[in-house]
């Protein structure tokens, strides 16, 4: 089955996003080779903190086939100055005997979930981790999204964060919740790589979205988290920005890759 872009065509993506962001002062390196036409490290300069050659690096930013160890992505992090997240990421990717993870066509949850989620006061919704929208409370209806109004298809968390300007009106700190959220969504895109439907959401988004290719672009990789959001309720009467801790429950009664994002109030 193909993968769209195979592992180590992202391992080397990866890689080049995260030395653009390097600057040389921030390794040590002064007044090295010139005068620079593009943003960060150049591949020489990562090889040399790496320990690694020049050749070889820019082999692994390729994407070519290469039985690199973990010795040496090791001293490659290190060079980077990834995150204790962008490492694990790294290692995702490198790892050659990860096997390959294929998301299960989690469209229907287990029999009391719904129920669960509508018995619950704060506002909720369960998805999965392509961001498909699969059961919701009233609260999450009225005050987060207007989900019974979305036809099914269009249900997609990322779908809805950037493509409803209404939303993006509601939504006081847009762009930092829209970054967090494209981090999360990159590292299961990653993690399910045999999953065609995320190679599907990124070309549609990339298509009609240009804030959504731009942040993709980043490379930013992260985990759920309590995150924060503003938001105005969904017909905006009040006028009233009510502010939300985001926390998420994962793999709802062994459920892999099921989530239930649950907004509760904070005073503010």
């Known amino acids: 089955m193909s993968t769209g872009v195979s592992r180590n065509k992202r391992l080397g993506e990866f890689l080049k996003s995260r030395r653009s962001r390097i600057q040389p002062e921030q390794v040590g390196l002064t ?14 300069e990562v090889a040399v903190l790496a320990g690694v050659s020049a050749t070889y690096y820019t082999w692994l930013e390729q994407g ?17 100055q990834l995150t204790l997240e962008e490492k694990d990421h790294l290692f995702h990717l490198w790892d050659p005997n990860a096997e390959h993870e294929f998301l299960a066509s989690y ?3 287990e029999p009391g979930w719904e129920s669960i989620i509508g018995q619950l006061t704060y506002p909720s919704f369960i998805t999965n981790e392509r961001s498909e929208v699969l059961a919701w409370n009233e609260a999450a209806n009225t005050k987060l999204f207007n989900f019974s109004s979305m036809h099914v298809h269009d249900r997609l968390m990322m779908r809805i964060l950037f493509l409803d300007t209404t939303l993006r009106e509601r939504m006081h700190n847009w762009e930092e919740f829209a970054r967090h959220s494209v981090a999360v969504f990159r590292t299961y895109y990653d993690k399910y790589q045999v999953d065609p439907e995320f190679t599907k959401i990124v070309k549609q988004l ?3 979205s240009v804030d959504f290719q731009t942040i993709w672009n980043l490379h930013q990789v ?10 105005e309720t969904t017909d905006r009467t009040d006028g009233i ?6 926390f998420s429950m994962n793999n709802l009664n062994s459920q892999s890759g099921i989530h239930c994002c649950i907004y509760v ?3 503010v």
């Open 31 to 44: 007044g090295s080779y010139g005068q620079r036409r593009t943003p960060g490290l150049r591949r020489e």
């Open 64 to 80: 070519r086939e290469l039985a690199a160890s973990r010795e040496v992505m090791v001293s490659i992090a290190n060079a980077l």
């Open 107 to 109: 469209s229907q949850l």
């Open 206 to 208: 990339s298509e009609e």
């Open 222 to 231: 992260g985990l759920k988290q309590v995150n924060r959001v503003q938001l």
């Open 241 to 246: 920005v009510y502010t939300y801790d985001i």
């Open 265 to 267: 109030p904070v005073a």
